[in-house]
């Protein structure tokens, strides 16, 4: 009897052991590679090669329309030139309303550079932005993914010609309004037939390059990407998740143009550094970047030779997909259902054979179904407070999405979310048994499953999977009656969680950071739940040890994560001059500024009818009135005819700015045109405002057809960007840095006129 309880608790450590290192393998596996040197062979694309490309980008703020950004543009058509490209620029209008100020508009200028095809079937498009956000050096954002571009270039030329074509696409204005890549899709004849449009993009400064977007009926494009690229780390729940959230890139004019198929890339840990000052060549791991453009050049090389007639067509259904281990696994989406139905019914089997074998009773069973909540639901909440006690005790965090240095954080919530279930056995084990608690966690798993098939269906294999292979191993388990047989069975079976659930844990920590450390807590949570059979009877030690590590974790993370001049804490603030009234205002985006921004918008105050770029109620304090003149607005013809008035502008800033305003206040507009652009009709509805961005020299000229006759009245406001120099202003401090957005130390001028 000792010598057969010995051999148990050996092959319990050795399946723990087991099940550790699958873990550890399957976190590694999801890594970015260790990037390639200079010397790497030509027909490869080296990090090290397109690094080079980030530093020469990398070296200004290069905000569309700016002298920097043509530095860039001229950057890129060089090196296009030396590869043995013929780039030309597309200069046009772009207009997009995505990204939620309004109808924008931006004048544009993209490089686009063919590498023909030997036979083409279609076009392969792929693309990144050139333009930084107003504050940024853009390295990372989108540094990264020109560079990434351009080395694929060089690596395609020194091997033999793709089949397709290939249209290298570099955009202007993404950072504005999306709006290089609208005007590409709208008016460039190449885009005109649609095909396969790639896009390469970095919210941050490292970790995995995730294929996180795809276009609907993706089947045939994640087809490719499985097979070709090298080190694949794609989710279709992440394509889920993504269709839900408000966010854009240049990939959603191609995606919504619904002529093209396609794949989004991005890596997006690190995200610190987004939009801010900090964004320069020096903070970017080059291992993101050979991710990039490892996959990126397999993808060009796939595509390159495949028949674009069917990939740039959408498939009969979208792909279920994640990475296991190096290997992407993919079924199609009409498997979604069977296999949630299969997990639902594994599970009510498992549960009917263990209260046939006398595990647990029915009431017992139903407890356990309903205490399994407990820590599915505790875990995401505790995880809440873990951030909101880090924000208490460093204020600095509270604009941030993650603080510089997450990782040992991110370790506290995984142990605190141990902790919680390992606490949760002990205290139920003796009362329920670890099978009704087992089986009752992972009906929970099954359930899910059911509910993402219905609404996320590209999610349901999260859960669904665990708990089907949980049903399963522990059906074996209680019928056979060798006992290496029973721990190989429950040890494979918690095995597929682990590859499906603890990559998602690790990719969860940086798609929604630690501000929102629910998300990756709820699947660590489940993960948790699918390993009950395998914890020891004496939960009380581990759960013990959770504890304590959570305790190392969370004071290691504190002593190693501060703000200093290279980690600065990021604090937003910006000036608003109403030369109607001659007043001014500090304004900050943030509700509760920080220590810096408050002593200049320590208040209060609604500055949406003065400022339409601002919000209602937003922090604020009055400032000196700085010597800005405010745009010129005047009229360059009018008349009248059938009680409607026609009336072109031209509104022309009066100092260097980045954009341009106009509001029509007391007439509803019938049709606009926009610098030579129409308006979309769903565009006029309610009171029309235009923002524009890269405004001509000369100014911008709008016509108008408005509903009325007689005079109307004009909203105008112009910005700039710096706060440096304006009176009153406080530097900030060493250890306080500029918030990443695109409205930090935006500087803007209003006027009323009425016309």
Not at 187 to 199: K, T
Not at 325 to 332: A, C, E, T
Not at 644 to 657: A, E, F, G
Request: some cysteine; aromatic content about 10%.
């Amino acid at each position: 009897m000792e010598h057969t309880g010995v051999r148990r608790i050996v092959a319990g450590l050795v399946a723990l052991i087991f099940l550790a290192a699958l873990t550890l393998a399957s976190l590694w596996a999801v890594r970015p590679p260790s990037p390639l040197g200079p010397d790497a062979p030509a027909g490869e694309f080296s990090g090290a090669r397109a690094y080079a490309h980030v530093a020469k980008i990398g070296q200004n703020v290069h905000v569309a329309g700016s002298g920097a950004a043509d530095d860039v543009r001229a950057y890129i058509v060089r090196t296009l030139q030396d590869d043995g490209l013929d780039p030309r620029i597309q200069d046009a209008v772009g207009a997009d309303d995505a990204l939620g100020d309004g109808y924008t508009m931006a004048r544009v200028r993209n490089v686009v550079a063919v590498l023909p095809g030997t036979n083409p079937t279609g076009r392969i498009f792929m693309m990144a932005h050139y333009d930084s956000v107003q504050v940024s050096y853009g390295a990372n954002d989108d540094g990264a993914g020109v560079a990434t571009l351009l080395e694929t270039v060089r690596a395609l030329k020194t091997g033999p010609a793709p089949k397709n074509d290939i249209v290298f696409v570099f955009t202007e204005a993404e950072e504005a309004c999306l709006c290089g890549a609208e005007a590409f899709v709208h008016s460039d004849p190449l885009a005109a037939d649609g095909g396969v449009v790639l896009n390469f993009e970095a919210r941050g400064s490292s970790g995995p390059a995730i294929m996180f977007e795809t276009t609907r009926e993706n089947a045939g494009v994640v087809g490719v990407y499985g097979d070709s690229v090298p080190y694949p780390v794609a989710t279709s729940f992440a394509v889920e998740v993504y269709r839900i959230l408000p966010n854009d890139t240049d990939f959603s004019p191609f995606r919504d143009a619904g002529r093209f198929t396609g794949l989004n890339t991005a890596y997006i840990d690190g995200s610190a550094v987004y939009h801010s000052p900090e964004d320069r060549p020096e903070y970017m791991d080059q291992a993101s970047l050979q991710h990039h453009g490892s996959n990126a050049f397999a993808l060009a090389r796939a595509f390159g030779g495949a028949d674009l007639k069917t990939l740039s067509q959408p498939s009969a259904s979208d792909a279920t997909y994640f990475p296991v281990l190096r290997y992407l696994v993919r079924y199609p989406g009409w498997l979604v259902w069977p296999l949630a139905i299969l997990a639902l019914l594994a599970v009510l089997a498992l549960a009917w054979l263990g209260r046939r074998r006398g595990k647990f009773g029915f009431g017992r069973l139903s407890a356990a179904f309903g205490l399994a909540l407990v820590p599915i639901l505790l875990a995401p909440v505790l995880a809440q407070v873990l951030w909101a006690i880090l924000v208490a005790v460093r204020p600095g965090y509270r604009p941030m999405l993650d603080p510089w240095r997450p990782d040992w954080f991110r370790l506290a919530v995984v142990a605190l979310v141990a902790t919680t279930v390992l606490v949760w056995y002990a205290l139920l084990r003796k009362r329920f048994g670890s099978w009704a608690l087992a089986v009752g966690g992972l009906a929970w798993l099954a359930v899910l499953g059911i509910v993402l098939a219905a609404f996320a269906p590209g999610g349901s294999y999260l859960t669904a999977l665990p708990a089907l292979a949980g049903g399963v191993a522990g059906i074996v388990a209680l019928v056979v009656r060798t006992g290496w047989v029973k721990l190989l069975a429950l040890t494979l079976g918690a095995a597929v969680a682990v590859v499906i659930l603890a990559p998602t844990v690790l990719l969860f920590f940086p798609a929604l950071g630690l501000a929102t450390g629910a998300a990756p807590a709820f699947f660590a949570a489940l993960l948790g739940l699918t390993l009950i059979l395998l914890i020891p009877r004496r939960a009380w030690w581990p759960a013990i040890g959770a504890a304590l590590a959570f305790v190392v974790f969370l004071g290691v993370g504190l002593a190693v994560d501060s703000f200093d001049v290279r980690h600065p804490a990021p604090e937003q603030l910006m000036y608003a001059l109403d030369t109607d009234t001659g007043q001014a205002q500090w304004v900050s985006g943030d509700d509760r500024p920080g220590s810096w921004a408050k002593q200049l918008a320590g208040g209060r105050a609604d500055l949406k009818d003065e400022f339409p770029l601002l919000r209602d109620d937003m922090a604020a304090g009055p400032a000196q009135a700085a010597n800005l003149p405010a745009p010129a607005l005047t009229v360059t013809s009018d008349s009248t005819a059938g009680g409607q008035r026609t009336v072109t502008l031209n509104l022309k800033p009066q100092r260097s700015v980045r954009l341009a305003y106009l509001q029509v206040r007391d007439a509803h507009v019938i049709s606009a045109t926009v610098d030579g652009r129409p308006v979309p009709a769903d565009a006029l509805a309610g009171e029309f405002g235009v923002l524009f961005h890269n405004v001509p020299t000369d100014g911008l000229v709008v016509s108008l057809v408005l509903d009325k006759p007689g005079p109307t009245t004009f909203k105008v406001l112009d910005g700039s960007d710096g706060l440096a120099g304006l009176p009153g202003f406080i530097p900030r401090p060493a250890g306080i840095g500029v918030e990443g957005s695109h409205t930090s130390e935006l500087v803007m001028v209003a006027k009323t006129y009425h016309l």
